[in-house]
């Protein structure tokens, strides 16, 4: 299963074994926890998604790797962050239930962790809460919010994590950010509800998932032309045409067409500003 696939598991389940899971009481980290959901019979292999910012990332990847390894091993999830050099990546959690919370435990403790250790460097006295940004398909994003926002509503109420579904799709994708915000206790609870929700109401029709795009390539210039550097290529770029006309624009202010410049009777300005524009802006425009 590719990283961005999103496998959720069937809707046919007993809907007492649904509910069995999102009744359980806070939960302790390690063991009892483990039990507790055991005891739920609940044991559905899904996927789930997260949005994390570089430096979140980090923090979970840990000393060569040393972190998520050991998350992988102690929750007994899969747990993939995805390639590349983006200011956002996506962390992948695949499992049964009980391995993905437990998982989802250690990313909240240890997002928490980070919190405390920073907060011994700086003079603020109330701890800010622990977030995650989950990303949903959004054709579930209705039953996750609710009639009239009553289960979104429900789910705040008795976890106590603030909750918020984004308004507009990412970039790209047919997938929404889920907000979750809140104590590591009422984040695992939250994201229990959530998956209850998710393994009732499965998306419906294709799902195009969220993928975070490269942090921006450095443009260079060169004979007139503008170039992006990919791997050991340079790539002409687009917007070659209207980065120079700008480039050209910011550099000489020049006068209206065919005019020469008044502070210089008869002169007229250098080649590389004004005739170059000139020309730009004709291809550019397709006068």
């Given at each position: ?45 899904l996927?789930?998604?997260l949005?994390?910012?570089?430096k ?8 060569k ?28 959690i ?6 993905i919370?437990?998982?989802?435990a ?11 250790n ?10 800010p809460p ?10 579930q ?14 789910i ?14 990412l970039?790209?994708?047919t ?51 503008a ?9 002409p ?7 120079l006309?700008?480039?050209a624009?910011?550099q ?5 067409l ?5 502070a ?6 250098p ?17």
């Amino acid at each position: 299963m590719g990283e961005g696939d999103a496998f959720w598991a069937p809707s046919v389940l007993p809907h007492s074994t649904l509910s069995a899971l999102s009744h359980h009481p806070q939960p302790q980290f390690g063991r009892r926890m483990e039990s507790k959901v055991s005891e739920g019979g609940l044991n559905v292999t899904l996927t789930i998604r997260l949005l994390m910012h570089g430096k979140e990332v980090g923090s979970i990847i840990g000393k060569k790797g040393e972190t998520v390894k050991k998350m992988r091993e102690e929750s007994g999830a899969r747990i993939n962050i995805s390639e590349g050099n983006c200011p956002e990546r996506i962390v992948t959690i695949t499992g049964p239930t009980d391995a993905i919370f437990k998982a989802f435990a250690m990313i909240a403790y240890k997002f928490e962790e980070d919190i405390i250790n920073s907060m011994s460097n700086s003079p603020a006295t109330s701890k800010p809460p622990v977030t995650l940004r989950l990303v949903v398909p959004a054709s579930q994003c209705g039953s996750l919010i609710g009639k009239g926002g009553s289960k979104i509503k429900e789910i705040r109420e008795s976890t106590g994590a603030q909750v918020q579904v984004a308004g507009d799709m990412l970039p790209n994708s047919t997938e929404r950010a889920v907000t979750i915000s809140g104590t590591p206790d009422a984040i695992i609870q939250c994201v229990k509800q959530i998956c209850v929700v998710m393994l009732e109401s499965p998306p419906k029709g294709a799902t195009i998932p969220y993928r975070p795009k490269p942090a921006s390539t450095p443009v260079i210039f060169a004979g007139g032309q503008a170039y992006t550097i990919q791997g050991q290529y340079a790539i002409p770029h687009p917007d070659q045409l209207t980065k120079l006309h700008q480039l050209a624009m910011q550099q000489t202010p020049f006068p209206p067409l065919g005019q020469t410049n008044p502070a210089f009777p008869g002169e007229k300005l250098p080649l590389h500003s004004s005739e170059e524009a000139q020309n730009l802006m004709g291809q550019s425009s397709g006068l």
